[in-house]
């Protein structure tokens, strides 16, 4: 599996089993660019962002709506800055 974040613009390397610490109010983006489903531990200090996860598991399944994405990170004080990782910064999985 293998995967790439990118925070404050920095694009990193995230292979299987990374940890990446993102501090608060730091703009950033996951992407999966591996072949395999990828998983993902979300820890938040203090808790509470819980929440926007919730409601974005409410989505039908499929493409999702940019207008309902921002909308539910509005609710969950979240300001959405960019489009997804895939489109503003198209990465594949080069060895």
């Known amino acids: ?51 926007f996860f919730e409601e974005h598991a409410q989505l039908p399944a499929g493409p999702i709506d940019p207008g309902q994405y921002r909308e539910i990170a509005r609710n969950n004080w979240m300001d959405v800055v960019g489009p997804p990782l895939a489109e503003s910064h198209p990465l594949t999985n080069v060895p």
């Open 1 to 51: 599996m293998s995967s790439k974040v990118i925070a404050d613009g920095e694009i990193f390397e995230a292979p299987t089993g990374s940890f990446v610490f993102v501090p608060r109010r730091t703009a950033h983006c996951f992407q999966n660019i591996g072949d395999e489903p990828a998983a993902i531990l979300v820890m938040f200090s203090p808790a509470g962002m819980e929440r």
